[in-house]
């Protein structure tokens, strides 16, 4: 048996968000640990000793076996021993600042997840084409005259793959345009809380108690905005997700309060982030390589491997935590009850067991059995519009874009559980 002791400098990269941003520095060290600790225990000062899952067989295990893996029964994200305990002094005895699907264990979560499964439906998204397309055909119009005014410049992080997905999610769920740069900025706020660019603090680090009230200041934000969504949908329900919501129940009872407005929250953070950053990170690659861009440009049937490539290559979720519910053994390790682990997606989705030169960027890969999306009861349930919308708009783009170069150097967020491009400048020419 492999002794399961991780290094402090490799633990220590493992929860930093800088190596997230950094990318190569993450990489490293999932490399070392897939070699050589490929299931191991990381105990950095100030947080529970949790194991740290970075083999993609031990990665589809876990998310397969729901019944001994967890994600309610502690923190379903990394933090840090003292956080941990505020959230549950505010909550309770809850380790959950909020208590959507991704917080749930069944059957609690089958019950929640019927709820909109069926909106997000290959079946019922075909419907939706047509108005998908229809709104990627107006950002690459938009990505145009950007070009126009700013001599064939933009950040397509902020001006397009931000503000695309977000457009649409945001159509589903039935928030107003209006208020479309409220929800992006909460977003930001959610999953950049280590990044002073876009936190509440402005700070990289600040008091843990600062940190968690800012974080806490955002949902409370989130929550207001929603509570009033819940009482008009009640009054006068629409053809929207937020009505599925706000009149969902279960076993004949209406949704509970926290689980509703978790509800809402999941919709409108996760529903458009994570295709935002895989969307910029595709540019990032075909900006920065005229022969990836020329490929798959000159034969628009590798799109859909163009887009199952991206969402391995940046992996926008990071990781997810579960606790072992009783006694087991994973990849040759025992794993004792109560035991708390890291499902680290990236490094699954760079393992050299299942994927020919991870390392490489390729349109045309084929198979790719990536993790992206997570495996198993907790799959992601919008992972069929982020494809849709991320197909719409290359297929849009790409006839119309004759060259695309980078204009700078690219920037990601720093976090460690959702991390995709924070600015992605390029300088292009449209036909």
């Not at 999610?169 to 990044?195: C, N, R, Y």
């Not at 969307?279 to 690659?285: I, K, L, P, R, S």
């Not at 491997?305 to 006694?327: C, G, N, Y």
């Amino acid at each position: 048996m492999i002794d399961p002791n991780i290094p402090d400098d490799i633990a220590l990269a493992v929860i930093d968000p800088h190596a997230y941003a950094n990318g190569d520095r993450i990489d490293e060290a999932f490399a070392k640990l897939r070699k050589d600790i490929p299931l191991g225990v990381a105990g950095p000062q100030g947080f529970e000793p949790f194991w740290v899952v970075t083999k993609h067989k031990d990665i589809v295990e876990v998310e397969r076996n729901g019944e001994v893996f967890h994600n309610g029964d502690k923190a379903t994200t990394l933090v840090d021993a003292g956080t941990d305990a505020a959230v549950r002094e505010m909550m309770g005895g809850s380790p959950h600042l909020v208590r959507s699907l991704v917080q749930m264990d069944n059957p609690d979560h089958k019950n929640y997840r019927g709820i909109t499964a069926a909106n997000f439906m290959p079946q019922e998204l075909k419907a939706l084409e047509v108005q998908v397309r229809k709104i990627a055909k107006s950002f690459v119009d938009h990505m145009e005259e950007l070009g126009r005014k700013n001599d064939g410049r933009c950040d397509f992080a902020k001006d397009v793959a931000f503000l695309y997905p977000l457009h649409v999610i945001m159509e589903l769920l039935g928030v107003p345009q209006s208020d479309e740069p409220k929800m992006l900025k909460l977003t930001q706020e959610l999953f950049g809380a280590a990044d002073p660019d876009l936190n509440r603090t402005g700070k990289e680090r600040s008091d843990p108690k600062e940190a968690l009230a800012a974080l806490s200041g955002t949902v409370a934000e989130f929550i207001e905005y929603f509570s009033a969504v819940t009482e008009d949908r009640r009054k006068t329900p629409r053809a929207d997700i937020a009505s599925v919501i706000a009149n969902g129940k279960i076993e004949g009872e209406a949704l509970g309060v926290l689980e509703a407005m978790s509800y809402y929250i999941i919709v409108a953070t996760a529903g458009h982030d994570t295709t935002s950053g895989t969307t910029a990170g595709t540019m990032w690659e075909l900006a920065k390589d005229r022969e990836k861009f020329l490929q798959v440009k000159e034969d628009p049937k590798l799109i859909p491997l163009l887009v199952e490539e991206s969402i391995r290559w940046v992996t926008p979720v990071k990781h997810f935590m579960r606790s072992a519910t009783q006694d087991t053994v994973l990849g040759g390790q025992e794993i004792k009850k109560g035991d708390w682990m890291m499902l680290c997606y990236q490094s699954g989705n760079r393992d050299e067991d299942i994927f020919d030169d991870p390392f490489d960027f390729k349109v045309n890969r084929q198979p790719n059995r990536h993790i992206a999306f997570g495996h198993g009861a907790h799959v992601c349930l919008g992972q069929h519009l982020a494809r849709m919308e991320m197909r719409a708009l290359w297929e849009e783009l790409l006839p119309r874009l004759d060259s695309v170069e980078l204009d700078g150097e690219p920037t990601r967020m720093l976090a460690n559980f959702v991390c995709g491009p924070k600015s992605v400048p390029i300088k292009f020419k449209m036909s």
